[in-house]
């Protein structure tokens, strides 16, 4: 039998891409570049002997195409760190890559699915930065992931983050909120004093409001437009 030549990359590329059906049983072969393997996932041939494959290109085309979901947990566990990474992006496995290794790769469980946010350590920047930026974006955070962040040192490189409408929002959720309270508006709150008036808003809204109006002797109009100013901008 005579054996087939291997085709160049772009020419095994055009023909998947004109639907061609190539013999596929060289390109399996580790002596073949495993460009060969991805694009043969790209266009879904060959799917069945691939979801075994070691070679990382490989893994992260059939994590891109949603192939090879039996062996995300294997690859949580113990991929490199390129798919571990991948693998976070896409959401998946957050109960393994949350106790990763690589601090970079917890953080973005997190971004992903911030109810894991409470499994982690915050004793690095990454971290720190992720749970800052996912309390500062929520409406209701978690109260004791808050007090747990909040008791937390800046850490140097990012001690210009300011930390004002997270302790904000804590005070107002440990304030008891009466009839009288819930009958109130945000103006007649804030005038009053009351860290109430910061309910509706995210960490990130509380501090525009603030810095907005510091120093001023605010008025009910100024206020109003500030506070629908900075909700608007942060949807």
């Known amino acids: 039998m005579t054996k087939r030549p291997i085709l160049t990359l772009r020419e095994f590329h055009h023909r998947l891409d004109k639907g061609e059906q190539l013999y596929l049983e060289p390109y399996f072969s580790p002596k073949v570049s495993s460009r060969y393997r991805e694009i043969m996932v ?26 090879a979901e039996e062996r995300y947990e294997e690859w949580a566990k113990n991929g490199n760190r390129n798919i571990r990474e991948r693998l976070a992006e896409y959401g998946k496995c957050p109960e393994i ?82 009839l009288l309270d819930k009958s109130m508006t945000p103006w007649q709150h804030y005038q009053n004093g009351n860290p109430l008036w910061t309910s509706q808003l995210t960490g990130n809204q509380v501090s525009k409001v603030l810095g907005a109006l510091e120093g001023k002797d605010v008025s009910e109009a100024e206020f109003v437009r500030t506070y629908a100013e900075a909700i608007r901008k942060n949807k």
Not at 61 to 67: E, F, I, R, S, V
Not at 109 to 117: F, G, I, R, S
Not at 134 to 149: A, C, H, S, T, Y
Request: with cysteine; glycine share 4%; net charge negative.
């Open 97 to 178: 890559l949350i106790h990763d290794t690589s601090a970079a790769i917890r953080a973005t469980v997190v971004h992903k699915q911030p109810d894991y946010a409470k499994y982690l350590k915050i004793n690095n920047d990454q971290e720190w930065l992720a749970v800052y930026q996912i309390l500062n974006g929520q409406v209701d955070p978690e109260p004791e992931l808050l007090k747990r962040f909040l008791a937390l040192p800046i850490p140097t490189t990012l001690i210009s983050f300011t930390l004002r409408g997270l302790k904000w929002k804590a005070v107002a959720l440990d304030t008891p909120m009466t």
């Open 42 to 67: 790209w266009f879904g041939v060959g799917i069945e002997r691939l979801i075994d494959t070691t070679e990382e290109i490989v893994q992260c085309a059939l994590l891109d195409k949603g192939y």
